[in-house]
């Protein structure tokens, strides 16, 4: 089946604006993370949704940074009052969960937004 | 807490040659490893794991990792380098409370004909 999706692929915003971005992951996957990735920065966790799971916002930057999964498929990040900082590649991932020690399904990571914030 | 360090920013290897990108961790207990390739403009793709079994991991597009616990390694080979293997390349441990992957910052691999 398709993998995972996202949009808008690239976002160009001026501070202090509000961006939404969408994730669709895969069909089946119960498991959807958020990541930023940063120029010259490698891959931040933002966000992860397990199931029906109180979601671990650990990764947040800040309370301006939120993320919702609605029916436990897509998810949206939103980032309110955007600053130049936050320009960067937003990339959701989905994964199986897991049931079992020693396992661990890969995630699946979709194409990115490229948010930029003039 | 978990953490991998990838120590070359960039890896330059002619064509047909091995190539090594280099990987270590630090982890408390069994560690999960990946490595994870990024071609420009598209997003990250899954190369291979190690969860536990053999050290010698084979993965996608005739990479292989070997995992060494006595030096906390994580390198990942390829025995004959082509042009199109130059990406970004990133190495991940799972974290063991959560979830989520803790990545390296990264190496950039340039394949030159």
């Known amino acids: 089946g398709a993998g995972v999706s996202q949009s808008p692929s690239n976002k160009v915003t001026e501070k202090g604006k509000d961006v939404e971005l969408r994730c669709d992951p895969i069909?089946?996957?119960?498991?959807l993370y958020w990541y930023r990735q940063s120029l010259g920065q490698g891959l931040e966790f933002l966000i992860y949704?397990?199931?029906?799971?109180?979601?671990?916002k650990s990764g947040l930057p800040s309370d301006r940074f939120s993320a919702e999964r609605t029916g436990g498929s897509v998810s949206t990040l939103t980032i309110q009052r955007t600053q130049q900082e936050d320009s960067a590649v937003y990339l959701c991932?989905?994964?199986?969960?897991?049931?079992?020690?020693?396992?661990?399904?890969?995630?699946?990571f979709g194409p990115g937004t490229r948010l930029t914030v003039l | 807490a978990q953490s991998v360090a990838q120590p070359e920013d960039q890896v330059n290897v002619a064509e047909g040659n091995p190539l090594t990108v280099k990987c270590t961790y630090s982890?408390?207990?069994?560690?999960?490893l990946f490595w994870y390739v990024q071609y420009p403009n598209r997003g990250l793709q899954f190369l291979l794991k190690y969860i536990t079994g053999d050290n010698l991991v084979k993965g996608s597009y005739g990479f292989e990792a070997e995992f060494n616990k006595s030096q906390t390694s994580f390198h990942l080979k390829k025995p004959s380098a082509l042009v199109s293997d130059s990406a970004l390349y990133f190495c991940?441990?799972?974290?063991?409370?959560?979830?989520?992957?803790?990545f390296g910052t990264g190496t950039r691999l340039q394949v030159f004909p």
């Open positions: 069909s089946g996957h119960t498991a």
């Open positions: 982890v408390s207990g069994n560690p999960y």
């Open positions: 991932a989905s994964s199986l969960p897991v049931f079992r020690a020693h396992s661990y399904n890969e995630q699946f």
């Open positions: 949704f397990q199931g029906n799971s109180a979601p671990d």
């Open positions: 991940a441990v799972r974290d063991i409370d959560t979830d989520k992957l803790i």
